[in-house]
């Protein structure tokens, strides 16, 4: 019986291809892949989604299995298990924006990728905000007016420091998470256990 395992692409797709090989996985199949999205391996299913269709298909059953970076189950809550941290998708998320005091005479707004997120962080200051929803380059948005400030990843800062602009406030820290699907967990747990143990090993080292 395979596992089917759900990648985040992009970011995370070689941080999670270097741990798994650390693991001893053979992870050259899934390296060798070029632009195909589904690999079969001895043990594995394996294919390569955005981060938040990787939740959706755990959620749905398709995927077993899945590795996203916990941002994606902040902002939208899918109904999986949340199995555990993995050592790497290190980030923090962040009120960010240019260091200067804010004097506004109408509502503070914040632009993100991240609305719920951001939603839940400033209902629980008890602060009243106007959200701008943006699909990348948030940085961009104080700067050219958009938003006062924003809510976004930062990982290195690079970003922030080479757009003049500061963290204000932390939100949380997080990195990628294994997700499992709630039936696939009673179903296959005979082969998913093992692996999720073993994914958790490097990480208690
Ligand atoms: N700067 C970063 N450093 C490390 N991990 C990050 C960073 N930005 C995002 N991540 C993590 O990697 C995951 C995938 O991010 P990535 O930027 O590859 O895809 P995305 O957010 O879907 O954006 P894109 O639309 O550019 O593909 C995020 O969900 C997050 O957990
Ligand atoms: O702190 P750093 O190491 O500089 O990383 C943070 C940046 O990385 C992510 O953006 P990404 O490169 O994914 O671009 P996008 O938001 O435009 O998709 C995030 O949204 C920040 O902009």
Redesign the pocket.
Known sequence: MKICLALTKG?LETQCLDYLKQLSFDVDPLIEKGRRLCVETDQFKVFFAKGVDVATYVENGIADLGIVGEDILMEYQPDVYNLLPLPFGKCRMALAGIPKEKELNRKYRIAT?YPKIARDFFQEKGESVDLVKLE????LAPLLGLADDIV?????????KENGLVVKEEITTFTARCIANRSSLKVKRSVIMPFVESLGKVAAL
């Not at 990348?136 to 940085?139: A, I, L, N, Q, T």
């Not at 976004?152 to 922030?160: C, Y």
Request: glycine letters at 14%; zero cysteines; a negative charge.
């Open positions: 970011r990728k990348g380059s948030v940085e976004d990843i930062v990982e290195t800062g690079t970003t922030l």
